[in-house]
């Protein structure tokens, strides 16, 4: 599981997401950003991020996101 900035110095984030889903399809991504835009999520969602959370994070959302990539990984190994 990777937790993956939008915005990072030198780099994009949705082209790092791109170039993890092309090599590791298997990993689940969640995106997280400050400056989130519908359109930005459903592009992540389009380029396979698993969910994609606004800043500030709200606990209980990721922790619940995290288990549902956990068993969303879990299937895709039975």
Excluded: C
Aim: glycine share 6%.
């Amino acid at each position: 599981m990777i937790f993956l900035d939008v915005r990072m110095p030198g780099m994009n984030g949705m082209e790092v997401l791109k170039r993890i889903k092309n090599e590791r399809p298997d990993i689940s991504v969640i995106m997280i950003t400050a400056h989130g835009s519908v359109q930005d999520a459903v592009e992540a969602i389009k380029e396979g991020a698993f969910h994609y959370v606004e800043k500030p994070i709200n606990h209980e959302e990721i922790i619940s996101q995290i288990e549902k990539a956990k068993d969303a990984y879990r299937w895709l190994k039975i």
